[in-house]
């Protein structure tokens, strides 16, 4: 049943960016999405348009998305929390849109100042106007794990709001460990879930944070069941700044060393990833928690 080609998103610019404290500039983030295209990448989130106030790193998304060059055959999803988000992405030429829940409602009111099911209710509302524009949606649910005030998730509220998600037109769902807190077992509980729920699981992608060093783990675990689609950041960079505990994302250089290493294509190159990590972690002022491109570069 293991996927013989996985799809990588890349985040960073989105996921990654928006929780790092020095913000950086329009032409520096332009060249980060041209470095990732050279290594490959075919699906890269390039931004968000949240309110500025809310992530100052991404209030450049306007100017960003206007002047971004599209490479063929690269999509650039991004995340837009409400109508007014969908009509300023859809002003600066987005075509493609990602929306955001949590399955926790303390995170929800945390994130995205409202209660979970407002929040499903304002996302579904955009999903519908995207898709009868024809554009490509994924949807994020967050916290699938866990919450770090609500404690555990129940897998068949994930799967509950996934299914709504498909049923509004959704074409891709990730599920997202934003605080880490996963491990191989709770991953096949939550993907036995999506089963139980009809979803199936070519429409599954996977978002894992490596707090506990389980990120790779619950990846190969998502790939041996059938997910083809993995969410990462390259170094590891990101991380919620609305949530206690939610340190950075999957390396992206880690997941394609070790799929590499399984003989599962991605397509993307790590060394180039690797060059690119270093040179981020140059533009950050900071060393960065990615294991592969520190081994690579030693």
Do not use: C
Not at 6 to 19: H, N, T
Not at 65 to 79: I, T
Not at 80 to 86: E, F, I, T
Request: avoid cysteine; charge should be neutral; hydrophobic fraction near 45%.
């Amino acid at each position: 049943m293991t996927a013989s080609r996985v799809q990588i998103v890349e985040v960073s610019p989105r996921d990654g960016l928006q929780a790092e404290e020095r913000t950086l500039s329009t032409a520096t983030k332009l060249e980060l999405l041209d470095r990732l295209a050279d290594a490959g990448h075919t699906a890269i989130e390039a931004t968000s348009f949240v309110s500025p106030d809310a992530v100052p790193q991404l209030a450049d998304a306007d100017e960003l998305m206007k002047r971004l060059r599209r490479r063929p055959g690269v999509r650039y999803p991004v995340l837009v929390p409400n109508q007014r988000g969908l009509e300023r992405a859809l002003a600066a030429g987005a075509e493609e849109l990602a929306v955001f829940v949590s399955a926790s409602e303390s995170y929800s009111r945390k994130n995205l100042r409202r209660g979970r099911e407002e929040a499903i209710v304002t996302a579904l509302a955009v999903v519908a106007t995207a898709k009868a524009r024809g554009l490509r949606v994924r949807g994020y649910v967050s916290m699938v794990i866990a919450d770090p005030d609500d404690g555990p998730t129940d897998p068949l509220t994930v799967a509950q709001i996934g299914a709504r998600f498909l049923d509004a037109g959704v074409d891709e769902l990730s599920l997202g460990d934003t605080i880490g807190a996963g491990t191989a077992s709770h991953v096949r509980a939550l993907l036995a879930a999506q089963r139980e729920a009809k979803i199936p699981v070519e429409r599954i992608a996977v978002h894992f944070h490596d707090t506990y060093g389980q990120g790779l783990a619950n990846v190969l675990t998502a790939i041996e069941l059938g997910v083809a689609t993995v969410d990462a950041s390259i170094g590891g960079i990101g991380g919620s700044p609305f949530a206690k505990r939610a340190s950075g994302n999957l390396a992206t250089e880690d997941v394609v060393w070790m799929l590499d290493g399984l003989g599962i294509a991605s397509g993307v190159d790590v060394r180039k990833l690797a060059e690119t990590t270093n040179w981020m972690a140059r533009q950050l002022g900071r060393d960065l928690p990615g294991r592969a491109a520190r081994a690579l570069f030693a």
